[in-house]
């Protein structure tokens, strides 16, 4: 009954920028955590950047000071601005959140995905 879609990955050259966006719909009532993960070839999906219901955000050792996690609660959204790329952060970028439906009834869901690629 959630669902979530990311927009905004692109081809881009070392050191140039990119915002993702990942956008929740359905009868939701409250979400707790929204997060970015991400996926190159050949290795598991890890974690990026969270950002909880309580206003704590945490960021994965090879992205900080690059990348930053922002909430819209009022439009369940949340965005990734990622700076200073570099081609070891060419992956498909998932989205993640969790929470209640208006049911009551927990929820997580994932989007679909959205690549980014650092190439030159």
């Known amino acids: 009954q959630v669902q979530l879609v990311e927009s905004g990955g692109d081809l881009v050259q070392p050191g140039g920028s990119l915002r993702l966006s990942c956008v929740a719909s359905?009868?939701?009532?409250?979400?707790?955590?929204m997060g970015w993960y991400r996926q190159a070839p050949g290795k598991q999906r890890d974690l990026v950047a969270t950002?909880?219901?309580?206003?704590?955000?945490s960021y994965a050792e090879s992205v900080k000071g690059r990348f930053t996690i922002s909430r819209d609660n009022a439009e369940n959204t949340v965005y990734l601005q990622m700076n200073s790329l570099k081609p070891e952060d060419t992956a498909v970028y998932y989205c993640?959140?969790?929470?209640?439906?208006?049911?009551?009834?927990?929820?997580?869901?994932w989007g679909q995905g959205t690549q980014v690629t650092v190439s030159s």
């Open positions: 359905g009868s939701i009532s409250s979400i707790y955590t």
């Open positions: 993640n959140a969790d929470g209640r439906l208006t049911t009551n009834r927990y929820f997580q869901s």
């Open positions: 950002f909880t219901d309580s206003g704590s955000r």
